[in-house]
């Protein structure tokens, strides 16, 4: 079996740091929700898609390491490991912010793989795992080219996208809620969910 991951608010939760950077910049009021969505709404409606953007690219460059992974993240791949289930991540992920200072964004990500996605002091996925793709075109044909079982995803329009192989199971991962499973194998709230549906298989 070969799981494929994404990145970027699937493995990574991003809703703590947003909601820290907008509040340190005083462009949000406190009483705003802790969700990333809440402060890309707040900014867009005040019209600020500028000041949203460049704010991605300082949290994804320069503030990566202040993230966190999700709770259950982790655990799930140690015991996907231990259960000899072959992993990769596949990320759709631009070389550098379309706006602000021109951190290495593909850096920052790989660094905090190597920091945070660990057993003790070993990494959990070597070089070979990872894939940083420039576009959604290039990582759906990852996707294939990894030949994966099953892909994990927040993005419902990544799993539904022309050309996605149609070996590969849909799992979409919605913390929020925020989507329908139209379309989906599966989709789950939680990674404490993931790790349920994968130990019936195991």
Not at 177 to 194: E, L, P, Q, T, V
Request: proline fraction near 4%; hydrophobic fraction near 35%.
């Amino acid at each position: 079996m070969r799981i494929g991951f994404d990145f970027d608010n699937t493995i990574v939760s991003y809703d703590a740091l947003f909601y820290q950077v907008a509040t340190e910049q005083k462009l949000i009021p406190t009483d705003l929700p802790k969700t990333k969505i809440a402060v890309r709404d707040y900014l867009r409606n005040a019209d600020n898609e500028n000041v949203w953007t460049e704010m991605q690219g300082y949290v994804y460059g320069e503030r990566m390491g202040d993230t966190s992974a999700y709770p259950g993240v982790v655990e799930f791949i140690k015991l996907a490991r231990n259960k000899g289930v072959s992993m990769v991540i596949i990320s759709h992920k631009t070389l550098h912010p379309f706006m602000g200072p021109k951190y290495n964004l593909h850096k920052a990500a790989s660094e905090w793989i190597d920091n945070s996605l660990v057993d003790g002091e070993q990494s959990l996925f070597g070089k070979s795992q990872v894939f940083f793709e420039l576009t959604k075109e290039e990582k759906i044909a990852r996707i294939a080219d990894c030949n994966c079982d099953y892909y994990i995803d927040d993005l419902p329009e990544i799993l539904q996208m022309p050309g996605f192989p149609e070996k590969t199971a849909r799992i979409l991962f919605d913390p929020g809620n925020n989507h329908s499973d139209k379309g989906m194998n599966a989709k789950f709230n939680s990674w404490a969910d993931i790790k349920s549906f994968y130990e019936e298989k195991w």
